[in-house]
């Protein structure tokens, strides 16, 4: 079956830091999502990749979609504490994995 | 714009007990999802619709989970009977039917005792 795996798992880091977290998978994605739950709400979507190599920007965020289309990155730049939460990167929309969770220590 | 509605937001049951959760969409939205998500898990889809029809409901545990979505806008999700291990969180999503962004209610988080 499909795998993804999302690294890391965790991350504990000083506020004005930047952030990076990727995505692997085991199976070809035609599309990547990445998405941010807050503590007691449901997931929001942050950048939505739908070609290989396309590399796009919202606010301080950046994400790629891999050349292989097997994996993406997510990099935030100088976190703030409001960047607290789990971050999912469902590749085919609906499996979306165990997340990073990140805080932001200020 | 409303986002999507879900209720209740919180409930306690004793198991065996049944429980149902209700989900509006963001209107004219035709796929409707209903996820389970337990702590420290990201959400495992239960079931799809598209309109009024279940499309892909192979997550769904059938012997005591049950789903409807009559008129193809709001949703309710049904358990009977609740076991202890049905305690988590209950996401409801809608999107249109040609996009891939998925917007999702609050949940609704079930404790069974």
């Known amino acids: 079956g499909q795998q993804l795996n999302q690294s890391p798992q965790s991350m504990f880091i000083q506020e004005g830091e930047d952030v990076s977290m990727n995505c692997t998978s085991s199976?070809?994605?035609?599309?990547w999502l990445w998405y941010k739950q807050d503590p007691g709400e449901g997931p929001v979507l942050l950048i939505a990749l739908y070609k290989a190599g396309e590399l796009t920007s919202n606010g301080r965020l950046t994400a790629q979609f891999g050349i292989t289309r097997k994996d993406s990155f997510l990099n935030i730049s100088a976190s703030i504490p409001s960047d607290v939460g789990i971050y999912f990167c469902?590749?085919?929309?609906?499996?979306f994995g165990t997340g990073t969770s990140l805080t932001v220590i200020p | 714009e409303a986002g999507v509605v879900q209720s209740p937001r919180y409930k306690i049951i004793e198991k065996k007990q049944p429980v149902a959760f209700w989900c509006n969409p963001i209107s004219g939205h035709n796929t409707l999802y209903w996820y389970l998500q337990n702590l420290g898990q990201g959400p495992e889809l239960l079931i799809r619709y598209e309109n009024e029809e279940a499309v892909d409901d192979s997550q769904l545990p059938k012997d005591r989970f049950s789903a409807e979505r009559l008129k193809g806008v709001d949703s309710t999700l049904k358990i009977q009977p609740a076991e202890l291990g049905d305690s988590a969180v209950y996401l409801c999503a809608s999107s249109s039917l040609a996009g891939y962004e998925q917007f999702f209610g609050p949940g609704t988080r079930l404790t069974v005792l």
């Open positions: 199976s070809i994605f035609n599309t």
């Open positions: 469902p590749g085919n929309q609906f499996y």
